[in-house]
T-cell receptor, first 114, second 113 residues
Framework: KAGVTQTPRYLIKTRGQQVTLSCSPI?????VSWYQQTPGQGLQFLFE???????NKGNFPGRFSGRQFSNSRSEMNVSTLELGDSALYLC?????????????FGPGTRLTVT | AQTVTQSQPEMSVQEAETVTLSCTYD???????LFWYKQPPSRQMILVIR??????QNATENRFSVNFQKAAKSFSLKISDSQLGDAAMYFC??????????FGIGTKLQVIP
């Protein structure tokens, strides 16, 4: 089975721009979660989608949004980029969502905001 | 709210020796799960070990085992016979019911040949 894939792998954007990141989960997985990883902060949960519905949301401003399509692929959008948005964005998929299930992580998208 | 604390930013261990990584947590849930994830340099994060809170027996996966102290809300990871490939960031994580998974800030493990 193919693993979780994320595109693009690297991205450089300018402050004020917007960006869209994509995540394709493992086939059959219905849950996709997004995390922001920065040094010293660990992984900060952004949101989880399950069967096209946002099931959980972290404490991030409304500039961060996401969606999930019927094939379980998910996109994350960040509008009006700020320097502090520079981070590694990870997505993870699981069969039935968070809770006690193992999450399978993608390689991440490294976003740099200049 | 649930929290996860990893108080060791960095640890080092000699190859073939044993090392223990610490993790404490807090949750109001009675049913929850604890995880250790490993993130090797420039590689994808993978699950190392998983513990269900209702199980008293400590989980074990080959050279990896946990010491789960429910009353103390402690969940440490022991790596035996450390290998060079164990060098990575290790994240402790907690999930209560269907709540979001909360991760600690990680412990960077260095393995010295």
């Amino acid at each position: 089975k193919a693993g979780v894939t994320q595109t693009p792998r690297y991205l450089i954007k300018t402050r004020g721009q917007q960006v869209t990141l994509s995540c394709s989960p493992i086939s059959g997985h219905r849950s996709v979660s997004w995390y922001q990883q920065t040094p010293g902060q660990g992984l900060q949960f952004l949101f989880e989608y399950f069967s096209e519905t946002q099931r959980n949301k972290g404490n991030f401003p409304g500039r961060f949004s996401g969606r999930q399509f019927s094939n379980s692929r998910s996109e994350m959008n960040v509008s009006t980029l700020e320097l502090g948005d520079s981070a590694l964005y990870l997505c993870a998929s699981s069969l039935a969502g968070q809770g006690g299930n193992e999450q399978y992580f993608g390689p991440g998208t490294r976003l740099t905001v200049t | 709210a649930q929290t996860v604390t990893q108080s060791q930013p960095e640890m080092s261990v000699q190859e073939a020796e044993t090392v223990t990584l610490s993790c404490t947590y807090d949750t109001s849930e009675s049913d929850y799960y604890l995880f250790w994830y490993k993130q090797p340099p420039s590689r994808q994060m993978i699950l190392v070990i998983r513990q269900e809170a209702y199980k008293q027996q400590n989980a074990t996966e080959n050279r990896f085992s946990v010491n789960f102290q429910k009353a103390a809300k402690s969940f440490s990871l022991k790596i035996s016979d450390s290998q060079l490939g164990d060098a990575a960031m290790y994240f402790c994580a907690l999930s209560g019911g269907y709540q979001k998974v909360t991760f600690g800030i990680g412990t960077k493990l260095q393995v010295i040949p």
